[in-house]
């Protein structure tokens, strides 16, 4: 008989800490502390004609960032660096910006006035820093969804709390080969095709505020238990004191 309640608790233990608790937790604390954890979303699209349509959810509590990311339309069965790239005027260049690449296709530094140099990049583990930038080995592959919680510095934390960045997923494959090729190499490493890290996609980040409107309608339900409450019991208590 206990080895049958044992599983049992042990599971409700994991989706509570998995999953509910944890969700409830961190909303809630936003609303009422003025902000210990900022949400940012981006919804990252297109730059080459590459076909990619991409989110990402970002969660910054103090120097902790947890990413997700979802993608579709990334070359299969190749890595695609991304990162969180801070500078410029924090803007995803137009899609039709003409850059230096193959027939005119935005290479990686053509955009860098607008999104600024990589300052975190989102690897599947060790380092995140600039200089984990091209370390095709610890990227997803493909539309691999991508879930990582890590630390950044002061500064990318600020920058984040203030909506400054952006998503950037690279590796575009120009002339639909199928894998990253061609005859030129890339701007940000001259081993590489320039496939391979050409930008794919672009997602400006926004800070998602949900604290305000949640902690305003319970303020409200509040507000209206209250008064019909008091109104109810303190009417005949004031009369008959008197
Ligand atoms: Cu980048």
Redesign the pocket.
Known sequence: MTRRTLPVLAATALVGSLGVAPATAGSLGAGSSGGDTTTLTAHITELNDSGVESTAWLSLEGNELSVRIESQGLLAGAPH?Q?I?IGGTNQCPSPDQVGTGFEGTLR?TDAIDSYGA?QVSLTTEGDTSPAS?LAVDRYPVGDEAYSRTFTVTDEVAANLRNGEGSV?P?GVDHNGSGEYDGEQMSDLDPTLPSEATDPAACGELNVHSMGSLSMGSLGGSLGSMGSSGSTGSLGPLGSSGS
């Open positions: 660096a990162h790239h990686t990589v930038a950037i690279h």
